[in-house]
C-alpha cells in the first residue's frame, strides 16, 4: 500500500486571502502529517500549486518512495500530466518544482471528487484563517 497525499489550496476571492494544506497519509491510513500555509493575497491556482509543493516537499523530507497523489483539481492533475499547459508565467517555476518533486520521488497523481479531499481543504481555510 502507499502512502497518500491530499493537497488543496483556497482563496477567498480571486486574487483574495489564500492558503495552502496537505495532508500526508501513511499506508494503514493514519495522518503523518498536517501541513497549511497561509498565503496573503494570492490566486486559487497558486494556492493550488503552493499545497502540492508544500506536500511534495514533505514526502521528499521523509524518504517516501511510494506514493500517490490525491487532488480534486482537475485543472491542476491534467498540468502536472501533461495534458494541459501551463499558461500562467506566475505559475509555471511552482509548477516546475512540482513536476520534478513528482518525477523524483515516482509518484502517481489522481483526480478525486471534492468530498474525497475534505481534510485539506480544511487545512488550506485554516490557514487563511491564521494568515489574517
Known sequence: MPYV????GAARGNPGPAGAGAVLYAPDGSVVAEL???LGTATNNRAEYEALVIGLE??????IEDLVIRLDSELLVKQMRGEYRIRSEALRPL????IRLIAELGARIEHVPRER???A?????EAIDRGA
Open 58 to 63: 514533505e514526502a521528499r523530507r521523509r524518504d
Open 117 to 119: 479531499n475534505a481534510h
Open 5 to 8: 497525499l491530499q493537497a488543496d
Open 36 to 38: 497549511r500555509k497561509p
Open 121 to 125: 481543504d480544511r487545512l488550506a481555510n
Open 95 to 98: 509548477a516546475q518544482r512540482a
